[in-house]
């Protein structure tokens, strides 16, 4: 239910980011967001509220914070992070695109929505891909300004 993750009951995600913990083999691990969020059931479609904690590569949700083992860990490498393309009646509602499934997940606000799919996005093979596109466009730009100031430079000489 909706309120159960809209009340106070669900700690601020930006209180409990980037924190330290134990994971269940022992070493040290960091979250790097984490919250309750809303995802839709696969089969059922039902929505239920679940915790949900990115560390590296991964968003690993379960019941509750201090449930050990995780439901599920989502892998993030092959992700592509959307708002969501279908009407599921909820506000604030983003999708993880896997090869496999898409993940309905929803937040509090849009702020928070914006949040996680920003924190999300870092970790995902196409924002790699599209971060280096972007620099390779950035200085084939740069060459080509200095390409054409030469080229201008070249024409403004008078013929011997």
């Given at each position: 239910n909706d309120t159960k993750m809209m009340g106070s009951r669900a700690p601020d995600p930006a209180s409990v980011a980037a924190v330290p913990s134990i994971n269940d083999g022992g070493e040290s691990r960091v979250v790097v967001r984490s919250g309750y969020l809303l995802k839709r059931g696969e089969i059922r479609k039902a929505w239920k509220v679940r915790w949900f904690e990115l560390e590296d590569d991964k968003l690993k949700y379960k019941k509750t914070p201090d449930q050990i083992k995780p439901i599920d860990n989502i892998p993030l490498d092959q992700v592509v992070v959307r708002r969501s393309t279908e009407n599921v009646g909820k506000e604030h509602c983003f999708e993880l695109v896997t090869r496999n499934r898409i993940y309905h997940l929803v937040a509090r606000s849009r702020t928070d929505?914006?949040?996680?799919?920003?924190?999300?996005?870092?970790?995902?093979?196409?924002?790699?891909?599209?971060?280096?596109?972007?620099?390779?466009?950035?200085?084939?730009?740069?060459v080509a300004y200095r390409l054409a100031e030469l080229t201008e430079q070249i024409g403004s000489r008078k013929p011997l």
């Open positions: 929505m914006d949040d996680w799919m920003r924190a999300l996005s870092l970790y995902t093979q196409l924002h790699t891909e599209n971060n280096k596109i972007a620099e390779a466009e950035e200085e084939i730009s740069i």
